[in-house]
């Protein structure tokens, strides 16, 4: 369901006893193409997306800290802040708490806050629920505390949540889509150089949808893929003496002995041309050229990058079936694909991986729909 401020600031009302002073949404992203570049330099092209993290929040007279979520209710934290600086301290930290003491921690925020969260985001299926929860808290406070950051500031420190307190070894590219989406353009990242431009990727214009299949498959070996991948990627350009990927080219493929790190490089230049060649197909108005780079850049992760699954390897190759450009999204080793197909396919699209998913005895696919990229952080009320 979606969520209203109207709703969030009565549900706040009837929680604390007067209205918030604050009200931010922050939307999730997902990543259309150029996956696991960023942590060597890259290129991709986020989109923010209309599923986001809500936060009404007020600050309190005491040092107490009263943290309510419609979407992690066994997560309540309730918390005096002389413990945020203690706590601190022991990293990683996790859950809900973890990233309430890291963004006081980090703000320096002297005060105590009543916050309601609400979401319409789904946790853990590769929509960037976790820097968009970051980027929530980051904003409302800042703006609490009469110290509104600008974009970059909020991007930086976002990342410091994820990398210093919760022990993600997470890239620039999530926070930067979450801050600067706009709507109907995709963000062309440059991870080496931190900074993000908006692009025309109108295919609403063009009669198309872009479509989120969560798969339900529980990305349990993403964290420690993940490392791994940033771990091979690194190791490849210190063999080839280069400062990272990003300035590898295919000759230098064939520098590298290691089968795994050949493929690993293999991926992340191509990739990188992907992102590039979307942009210019998207421009010319070409998605029938969009579809084929969706389709090969699944064909790489699966293959040469190693982070695809049966079930996503099967959920892209039904979608190609019917014409519609498809790939894993996000860190993979489950999660979700992303697809770009017609509007009028939306019923048949749900129909047929209903039916698949029966007949393999999976838990049923959830389909999101994203009618056009939609605008990014921003302050409600």
Known sequence: ????????????????GEPPQSVWESPGRVNLIGDHTDYQG????PIAVPYST???AQLRPDEEIHVYSDYLPDQRVDLPLETVSRLAQKTPLSGLLGFVVAVWDLLGVTTGANILLMSTLPVASGLSSSASLSLALLAALSDLGQRPHDAKT???LARQVENVYLGVESGILDPLAIVCGQR??????DALAEEGQPVSFNYAQAGKSLFIIDTRTP???AGSGYHERVKETKEASDILGIPCLRFASDKNIDQLTDP????RTRHVIGENQRVQATIEAAERGDWSRVNQLLWDSHQSLSRDFMVSTPVLDETVAWLQDMGVGARVT?????GSVVALGDCEQQADIEALLIRRYQENRWALPRVLTVLRPADGLHKVL
């Open 1 to 16: 369901m979606p969520v209203r401020a109207e709703t969030l600031v009565n549900h706040f009302s009837q929680l604390f």
């Open 42 to 45: 890259g290129f991709a092209l």
């Open 54 to 56: 809500w936060i009404a």
């Open 154 to 156: 909020l991007i930086h």
């Open 184 to 189: 109907d353009c995709a963000i062309r990242v």
């Open 219 to 221: 990305r349990t070996l």
């Open 260 to 263: 795994v790190l050949k493929a």
């Open 330 to 334: 996000g860190a993979g080793f489950g």
